[in-house]
C-alpha cells in the first residue's frame, strides 16, 4: 500500500497531474455542496417534503454527481494522457510503453477520475448527515433541512477557505467569496420559487 | 576483472523529470557513483543531457534500465573510463 502511493506520488510529480486533481477536487466539490445547498432550499420552499423523500432525493443527486465525476475525468483524461504521451513518443522518436510516462497514462485517468467522483460525493454525503441523524437534533429543537443547509454552508465556506491557501490569498475573504455565491444561490431560488 | 570508473552518456530525455530527479532516480539506482548531469539543447518536449557517472564500478546496465523507465533514451557513449584489475600472478 505505501509503495503504491509512493508510486501514484511520483507518477503525479513526474506528469504534473497533482495540480488537476486539486482542480478537479474543488470544482466537483464545490458543485456537489451548491447543488445540495439548492435541493435543501428548494425542499425548504417547498414546505411538505417528507424527510425521506428528501434523503432519496438528496442521495440520488449525490450518486448521480459522483458517477458523472468519475465517468467524465476517466473518459476525457484517458484520451488527453493518451494524447500527451503520442506527442512525447513523436518528440522522443521512441517507444516509451515500459517507461513511467505510459504508466502514469495509465494509472493517473483512474486516480483523477477517483477524485473527481468522490469529491462531489463525500462532500454530499456530509450535508446529508443532519437529514439522516434528524431524530438526534429534535430535543435540539432544530429542523433538519436547517442544519443540513448550515452544514452545506460550512463545506462552501471551507472549500473558499481551501482554494485560498492555494492561491495565497487571505482565508476569510476567500472563504467569504464562496459563501456570496451560496447567498446568491439561496436568493435565487426564494425569488424565483413559485411558493 | 574488468571495471568501469567513468562514463559519459548522450542522453534524449522529456522535460519531466527535470534534471533533478532524473539524477536523484539514476543515483537511487547507482548507489557508490557520482552523477553529473549538463543540460546541452532544449527543445519543446524533450532535452538533451549530457550524464557524467563516475564510480569504483559502474553498473551500465542498471543505468540504461532506469534511463529508459525515466522515458530517455541513449544516444551515444561519449567517452568512457575502464580499468582492469591488477594481474594475477600463479603461482610457481
Known amino acids: 500500500m505505501a509503495s503504491m502511493i509512493a508510486e501514484l506520488t511520483r507518477l ?3 506528469t504534473r497531474s497533482h495540480v488537476i486533481a486539486r482542480r478537479y477536487f474543488v470544482v466537483n466539490g464545490f458543485d456537489g455542496a451548491l447543488t445540495m445547498l439548492g435541493l435543501l432550499v428548494g425542499f425548504y420552499v417547498s414546505d411538505e417534503a417528507r424527510l425521506p423523500v428528501v434523503i432519496n432525493a438528496c442521495l440520488g443527486v449525490a450518486i448521480a454527481l459522483g458517477m458523472s465525476g468519475v465517468s467524465s475525468a476517466y473518459i476525457s483524461e484517458v484520451a488527453e494522457k493518451q494524447r500527451e504521451l503520442r506527442e512525447l513518443e513523436k518528440a522522443m522518436v521512441a517507444d516509451l510503453g515500459q517507461s513511467a510516462h505510459a504508466r502514469a497514462a495509465r494509472l493517473l485517468p483512474v486516480f483523477i477520475a477517483g477524485v473527481n467522483g468522490v469529491a462531489p460525493l463525500a462532500i454530499a454525503l456530509v450535508i446529508l448527515m443532519p437529514l439522516y441523524a434528524a431524530p438526534l437534533f ?3 429543537s ?3 433541512l436547517v442544519s443540513a443547509f448550515g452544514l452545506a ?5 471551507l472549500l473558499g477557505v481551501y482554494l485560498g491557501r492555494i ?3 487571505f482565508w476569510l475573504w476567500a472563504g467569504l467569496r464562496t459563501l456570496l455565491i451560496a ?3 439561496t436568493g435565487l431560488i426564494f425569488t424565483l420559487s413559485p411558493g | 576483472m574488468v571495471h568501469i570508473k567513468r562514463i559519459v552518456l548522450d542522453v534524449l530525455k522529456p522535460h519531466n523529470p527535470n534534471a533533478l530527479d532524473f539524477t536523484t532516480a539514476i543515483a537511487e539506482k547507482v548507489p557508490g557513483c ?8 532544449m527543445d519543446e518536449k524533450t532535452e538533451t543531457v549530457l550524464l557524467i557517472i563516475e564510480g569504483e564500478n559502474v553498473p551500465y546496465s542498471a543505468i540504461t534500465e532506469v534511463i529508459s523507465s525515466l522515458g530517455g533514451s541513449i544516444h551515444s557513449i561519449d567517452e568512457v573510463d575502464v580499468e582492469n584489475g591488477p594481474v594475477e600472478t600463479e603461482p610457481a
Not at chain 1, 153 to 157: G, P, S, V, W
Not at chain 2, 35 to 40: D, G, H, N
Open chain 1, 142 to 144: 432544530l429542523h433538519p
Open chain 1, 12 to 14: 503525479l510529480t513526474l
Open chain 2, 34 to 41: 557520482r552523477i553529473r548531469l549538463t543540460v546541452a539543447a
Open chain 1, 138 to 140: 429534535e430535543p435540539l
Open chain 1, 153 to 157: 454552508l460550512i463545506m462552501i465556506f
Open chain 1, 167 to 169: 492561491s495565497h490569498t
Open chain 1, 183 to 185: 447567498a446568491a444561490t
